[in-house]
T-cell receptor
Framework: SQTIHQWPATLVQPVGSPLSLECTVE??????LYWYRQAAGRGLQLLFY??????ISSEVPQNLSASRPQDRQFILSSKKLLLSDSGFYLC??????????????FGPGTRLTVL | QKEVEQDPGPLSVPEGAIVSLNCTYS??????FMWYRQYSRKGPELLMY????GNKEDGRFTAQVDKSSKYISLFIRDSQPSDSATYLCAMTTGNQFYFGTGTSLTVIP
């Protein structure tokens, strides 16, 4: 079965500091991977998605970037964090299981607070 | 206009009630329609999905899609306190997903 790992679970960073959040996936190959942000009281905002190594689609212009250096690794980064970057960051996998059913799994999330 | 609209609630019902959660959307190209449950401080969990129009039932949960009205619903029968969570709808044409803001549900014992 598929498993998504995210770390760290919580993070408190000062404004202007860099960021690196890592997501790794087990139990599947060539997954479609997604980074979402969920701000307090708001829905899930798609930040980036990737259909393969080195392939990144950006949905929202911002000071964040993403990279996919390996098939099962997806990284979210920032050179200088803003207060508005605070939120709950979720990595997700979406695809079809062996039975042909849609499957989607979310990682445990990283709660980022920028002070 | 947002791609997906969902009433944020909050919704509070007594145990055993039938709950109806709804979303509307604007993009007629959406093919998969999903419902997620999210407990506090956790990632969303896929509850059900429907491909194209129609109904789908899974235990106490029923998902309905009306593509002509661009309207989807999730019904929860015999609601339980453990159903208390935020429910998000989502839709996709393939690679990109569009989520509603979520409806907060509390089932009172």
């Amino acid at each position: 079965s598929q498993t998504i790992h995210q770390w760290p679970a919580t993070l408190v960073q000062p404004v202007g500091s860099p960021l690196s959040l890592e997501c790794t996936v087990e139990g599947t190959s060539n997954p479609n991977l997604y980074w979402y942000r969920q701000a307090a009281g708001r829905g899930l905002q798609l930040l980036f998605y990737s259909v393969g190594i080195g392939q990144i689609s950006s949905e929202v212009p911002q000071n964040l970037s993403a990279s996919r250096p390996q098939d099962r690794q997806f990284i979210l980064s920032s050179k200088k964090l803003l207060l508005s970057d605070s939120g709950f960051y979720l990595c997700a996998w979406w695809g079809f299981g062996t039975s042909g059913r849609v499957e989607q799994f979310f990682g445990p999330g990283t709660r980022l607070t920028v002070l | 206009q947002k791609e997906v609209e969902q009433d944020p609630g909050p919704l509070s019902v007594p145990e055993g009630a039938i709950v109806s959660l709804n979303c509307t959307y604007s993009n007629s190209a959406f093919q998969y329609f999903m419902w997620y449950r999210q407990y506090s401080r956790k990632g969303p969990e896929l509850l059900m999905y429907t491909y194209s129009s129609g109904n789908k039932e899974d235990g106490r949960f029923t998902a309905q899609v009306d593509k002509s009205s661009k309207y989807i619903s999730l019904f929860i029968r015999d609601s339980q306190p453990s159903d208390s969570a935020t429910y998000l709808c989502a839709m996709t044409t393939g690679n990109q997903f569009y989520f509603g803001t979520g409806t907060s549900l509390t089932v009172i014992p």
